[in-house]
């Protein structure tokens, strides 16, 4: 297996512009989650899917991101409009019931 | 509110050295608790899951062990070596097996040659 597959691994945008981050979590997996971190905040989760229904979604900063899931073998996070302050590592990780979660490589987000 | 705190920030030891980094958490009530590692620029890497029953785990030259009602948490490594540089993380999983994992910021390791 390929692992947690995200894309893009970089994206530079600039401010009030939309995001679309992608992951691919790995075959088999029923949970996935979505994590931000930052030097002052670390790692947080934004947000986690246990069969593609959303769980918990408390640590999602504002309505202007969403995530969905509409398959088993495909997650997004999106920010609309993008801000400064959203300029982060977003990680993806997937895990089966409560072993271990498995993160992918990250998308480092620059928004300007 | 679940808080997880790693001390220290960072530590640079020479190579050989056996060493321990510290975990502790303000809830006891966890699911379980899991050490991670960081290289730079990459994702995370799951390296020891200790269940809230236990007290330790071992896996090659990595001990991690467990004292739940103290709320904390240790990984030793043993006969460090220049690879074992990396960002340590310590999280906890809630009770309730579908609780998310709580981070702390990290230790950050540098074993000099």
């Known amino acids: 297996d390929a692992g947690v597959i995200q894309s893009p691994r970089h994206e530079v945008t600039e401010m009030g512009q939309e995001v679309t981050l992608r992951c691919k979590p790995i075959?088999?997996?029923?949970?996935l989650f979505w994590y931000r971190q930052t030097m002052m905040r670390g790692l947080e989760l934004l947000i986690y899917f246990n069969n593609n229904v959303p769980i918990d979604d408390s640590g999602m900063p504002e309505d202007r991101f969403s995530a969905k899931m509409p398959n088993a073998s495909f997650s997004t996070l999106k920010i609309q409009p993008s801000e400064p302050r959203d300029s982060a590592v977003y990680f993806c990780?997937?895990?089966?019931?409560?072993?271990?979660?498995?993160f992918g490589p990250g998308t480092r987000l620059t928004v300007l | 509110k679940q808080e997880v705190t790693q001390i220290p920030a960072a530590l640079s030891v020479p190579e050989g050295e056996n060493l321990v980094l510290n975990c502790s958490f303000t809830d006891s009530a966890i699911y379980n608790l899991q050490w991670f590692r960081q290289d730079p620029g990459k994702g995370l890497t799951s390296l020891l899951l200790i269940q809230s029953s236990q007290r330790e785990q071992t896996s090659g030259r990595l001990n991690a062990s467990l004292d739940k009602s103290s709320g904390r948490s240790t990984l030793y490594i043993a006969a460090s070596q220049p690879g074992d540089s990396a960002t340590y993380l310590c999280a906890v999983r809630r009770r309730g097996s579908q609780g998310n994992l709580i981070f702390g910021k990290g230790t950050k390791l540098s074993v000099k040659p």
């Open positions: 990780a997937s895990s089966l019931g409560d072993s271990n979660e498995f």
């Open positions: 075959s088999g997996h029923n949970s």
